[in-house]
């Protein structure tokens, strides 16, 4: 293949993003292709920067539009840097959270004019859609039990975990509102289910929506 494929893996707080993602790594590096594992916001020394600023909460008193801003200003440096090379040398990207978050987030949560933030997407993304996006879906309030029991004593939560559940279910309704509306490129899971019975779940998707030969049944 001389360009690989694109999974982005969406959700709220501790819906196992991050878990999900080492396991789709480990699982297609076993299947001899090679995976760039990246997260947003992230994934480059000027885009971590831009992330610290932002989960520090010192953006929070501009507004959604001025979070939406830094988070795209991230996200061109991400792409410029490491996602399309990594395309471009073949290499499957798997980026932990991507446009869905901006859409959610600072769209649907912070009220962003649809259109207003669909043209900021453009620009910033330049034509890079996802090939596939795994929506995890969880009742927020496991999600956030699970971001809890993650966190180290006396750890602040950041800018977004201390929003409170109402945010965090109108947060699930945006993602599900996402998934609806864009069938063919993303994919609803089951984040409740345990971590490996989950990597089954998102490995079968991949088996079939992605070109990948394998058997759908080997357990990852
Ligand atoms: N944000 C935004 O507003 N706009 C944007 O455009 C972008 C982002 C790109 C980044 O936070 C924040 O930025 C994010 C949205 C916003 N909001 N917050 N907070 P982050 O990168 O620091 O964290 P996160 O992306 O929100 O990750 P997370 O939700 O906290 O975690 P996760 O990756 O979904 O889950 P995890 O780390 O894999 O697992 C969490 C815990 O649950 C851990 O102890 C696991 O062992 C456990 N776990 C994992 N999977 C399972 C299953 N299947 N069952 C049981 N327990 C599990």
Same mark, same amino acid.
Request: charged share 30%.
């Given at each position: ?10 959700? !709220? ?10 396991? @789709? ?11 760039? *594992? +990246? ?15 932002? *989960?520090? !909460? ?43 978050? +901006? ?24 034509? *890079?859609?996802?090939?596939? +996006?795994?929506? *995890? ?6 999600? @956030? ?76």
């Amino acid at each position: 293949m001389d360009h690989g494929c694109f999974i982005t893996l969406e959700g !709220g707080e501790g819906a196992g993003k991050s878990t999900l993602a080492r396991s @789709l790594a480990e699982r297609l590096r076993m299947s001899d292709i090679p995976v760039d *594992l +990246t997260r947003e916001p992230g994934g480059s020394p000027k885009a971590e920067a831009i992330r610290e600023t932002i *989960l520090s !909460g010192r953006i929070k008193p501009h507004g959604p539009f001025v979070e939406a801003l830094m988070f795209s200003a991230a996200r061109i440096d991400h792409i410029d840097r490491r996602i399309r090379p990594a395309l471009a040398r073949g290499e499957w990207v798997i980026c932990d959270r991507f446009i869905d978050s +901006t859409r959610a987030y600072q769209g649907a949560l912070g009220h962003i004019d649809p259109a207003l933030l669909g043209e900021l997407e453009q620009v910033t993304i330049a034509g *890079l859609v996802p090939d596939l +996006t795994l929506i *995890l879906d969880l009742d927020p309030k496991e999600g @956030l039990a699970r971001a809890a029991r993650r966190r180290n004593p006396g750890e602040a939560k950041d800018r977004f975990e201390g929003e409170n559940l109402t945010f965090h279910r109108k947060l699930r309704a945006a993602y599900l509102a996402i998934a609806e509306k864009e069938p063919e490129r993303c994919a609803v899971l089951d984040a409740s289910l345990p971590p490996d019975k989950l990597a089954q779940a998102a490995w079968e998707v991949l088996c079939e929506r992605l070109p990948l030969n394998q058997d759908a049944d080997e357990t990852p």
